[in-house]
């Protein structure tokens, strides 16, 4: 059974930066996607960033920029997604999910497994 833990949310205030981190494990083959949506109140849960476990494959949502960084740690069974410039729009609960797929699926219906979430919180 996959078991996804997040860690690392909390507020802070607009333009700090954030590192979230997602403690894997029960991955039973290489061939699994990597992601970490959010949910803001009132809307959709959205892909914000994901990577392939094998590889360096990554994907990144519009909204993102270049302002968010995905990154893995294999041997320690960790994905992590490194956040700065943070504004309010940011403000959401964070989750890390997995699939066990050969490409980066974007839609939620797509993954399988799902940590608790972590929230965010941007402001001053």
């Known amino acids: 059974q996959v078991q996804l833990v997040e860690s690392g949310g909390g507020l802070v205030q607009p333009g700090g930066s954030l590192r979230l981190s997602c403690a894997v494990s029960?991955?039973?083959?290489?061939?699994?996607?990597m992601g970490w949506f959010r949910q803001a109140p009132g809307k959709e849960r959205v892909l914000a960033a994901a990577?392939?476990?094998?590889?360096?494959?990554?994907y990144y949502g519009a909204f993102v920029g270049r302002r968010f960084t995905i990154s893995k740690d294999n041997a320690k069974n960790m994905v992590s997604l490194e956040m700065n410039n943070l504004n309010a729009e940011d403000t959401a609960v964070y989750y890390c999910?997995?699939?066990?797929?050969?490409?980066?699926?974007?839609?939620?219906?797509?993954?399988?497994?799902w940590g608790q979430g972590t929230q965010v919180t941007v402001s001053f």
């Open positions: 029960g991955l039973t083959s290489d061939y699994y996607t």
């Open positions: 990577i392939k476990w094998q590889g360096i494959t990554t």
């Open positions: 999910a997995a699939v066990r797929s050969l490409y980066i699926p974007t839609q939620q219906d797509n993954y399988e497994y």
